[in-house]
């Protein structure tokens, strides 16, 4: 498979079950159902900060494949709170101020 057809195939998907499949990658529904945006989202980034590309020899399916692997296995026995893909999850937690402090 030429990789301009990969990236047409991969514009397709509409679900983070879609790539697993596509790519025949194994992988845990109940871990997919609760983390499926920050599983793609941790693929995305491997991507991105993969700046080399696929290693030597290596073709762009199994480049995507192991980054996949990756970004779901980081997911397993883990949770969104605890590995931050997302901005919001690196923010401060807001501070509380009683009521009662207020109207002083």
Not at 47 to 75: C, I, K
């Amino acid at each position: 498979m030429r990789n301009d057809e990969l990236e047409s195939e991969l514009e397709e998907m509409s679900s983070a079950e879609d790539f697993f499949i596509y790519f025949g990658v194994d992988y845990d529904p109940r871990v997919v159902m609760v983390n499926r945006l920050h599983i793609l989202q941790r693929f995305h980034d491997y991507l991105e900060s993969d700046q080399g590309g696929p290693q030597d020899g290596e073709s762009r399916w199994v480049y995507y494949t192991r980054h996949l692997t990756m970004a779901h296995s980081d997911f397993i026995g883990s949770s969104a709170q605890k590995e931050k893909v997302f901005k919001v999850f690196h923010e401060p937690e807001p501070a509380f101020v009683p009521l009662e402090e207020l109207l002083k």
